[in-house]
Every structure is written in C-alpha cells, then in structure tokens.
C-alpha cells in the first residue's frame, strides 16, 4: 500500500498579535500531497492567522514545514511558490491593468524569461476559463471571474498547495457552482477556510474544527460537523 507523502507539518504553533490577542495558542496539522480538508469555525477562531503562517506572511512559535522545508527566511521564495493563498476579496489580489498582467506577476517574481512568464500566464488562464477574458481590466469583471482571475494567478507558479479563504462570499448561486467544478480539477492539495458546509461537502472528507486559536476536532467532514452543531442552519 502507497503511502501519501506529508506536504505540511505544523507542532505547536503559536501566535499572539501586538495587540496581545493570542490568536493560535498550540496548533498542530499534518496534510497529505493531494489532500483536500475544510476548516470549520466561528470568525476570530484562528483559521485565517493560521493560513498566513503557511507561506510566512504571518510568523508565529513553533514548527511549520512545506513540502520540507522548514519556515527559515532562506526557504520563504521556494515556500511561496509551493504555497498559493486565495484571499476572501479577489480584488486584494487583482491591481493591474489587465487581467493578464495580473496572473504574470507573481510568476514574474521568480526571475524566469519572459516567455516562460507568459506562457504560465495563459495556461492558467485556460485553466480557469478567462483565456478568452485576459485583456479585458480586472474591474470589468464579475465577482466569479475575478475569483477565476485571482486563482489563475496562484495557478500559474504551479504550487502543490491552495490556501482558500472563504471563497464562495462573494459568488452568486452559478459562479459558486463553478468554482466546485473548477476545483475539483485541480491535482494540488487545498485547504478551504470557510462557513458554507455544502462547499464543503462537496470538496472534502476531512474537517479541522478551530475554537478560540486551537484545533479542537480533526476527523471526518461529516462527523466534526455534527459534533460542533456546523451541521445545524441557524
């Protein structure tokens, strides 16, 4: 029997803001290349301070290890393209003129020719259903497609890793259908911080249930949602 090879460990990870809020107090994760896990909890339970630890836009205690490498600031450049973080507001993430150009800079930022740029760029793009859109300026739109557009973007640096945070807040009833179809494509590893239990469902087995900066259930979707009433609509 194969055994999945380990993509992230975290032990002990801890995390207090210069406000004091200890958001993380002790967090430890393992995720499987290929694994797809939801992470479920109230807003302020820590998911997101976690998420920013993956790819060292946050640095708290303890171990954190991608596909290897230790989180040491001579590891961030290669943790960062093996790492794609998808924030909840697509327009964080789209700032150039054109679409196109959006989904080129981060491939921009490893030093490769222009031409492996571009054409990282437009297979990415092609991945996600806008090669036809690429010229068009990000503001002209739709929020699904600036979501696709801001994916594109993590997609063309090729990570192992998708970091999604609460990406269905903004799409309507299609764009979100889209979206599920659209990820279940998708080869990488993804974590998937969000409210909405059908997204979920509908990607993952495995749920991390986070409670006031700790994990307190880890197991299958189905049961951490019953066990936390995130099974029960309000």
């Known amino acids: 029997m194969s055994v999945s090879r380990e993509l992230v460990r975290i032990r002990g990870l801890r ?3 210069e406000d004091g809020t200890e958001a993380l107090r002790g967090v430890d994760f393992s ?6 896990v939801a992470f479920l909890g109230s807003n302020g339970s820590g998911k997101t301070t976690f998420l920013l630890h993956l790819n060292g836009l946050l640095r708290g205690e303890g171990e954190v290890v991608v596909a290897g490498l230790p989180m040491l600031d001579r590891n961030l450049t290669s943790i960062r393209r093996k790492v794609g973080l998808l924030f909840q507001d697509p327009d964080e993430q789209l700032f ?8 080129a800079f981060a491939p921009r930022q490893f030093g490769w020719s222009e031409e492996k740029v571009q054409e990282r760029a437009r297979t990415a793009l092609q991945q996600v259903g806008l090669e036809s859109g690429w010229n068009r300026p990000p503001y002209h739109l739709s929020a699904g497609e600036k ?3 801001a994916l594109a973007g993590i997609l063309a640096m090729e990570p192992d890793l998708l970091a ?6 903004h799409l309507d009833p299609r764009a979100r259908r889209q979206l599920i179809r659209l ?7 993804k974590i998937l911080v969000t409210h909405d239990l059908a997204f979920a469902q509908a990607l993952a087995t495995r749920a991390v249930f986070f409670e006031e900066g700790r994990i307190l259930h880890d197991g299958p979707l189905l049961e951490v949602a019953r066990l936390t009433g995130w099974d029960r609509p309000e």
């Open 15 to 17: 995390h207090r803001y």
């Open 31 to 36: 995720l499987a290349a290929g694994e797809t």
């Open 96 to 103: 150039l003129p054109t679409v196109l150009d959006d989904v």
């Open 147 to 149: 979501q696709r557009a």
């Open 164 to 169: 999604l945070d609460e990406p269905t807040t």
């Open 183 to 189: 990820l279940r494509e998708l080869p990488q590893a």
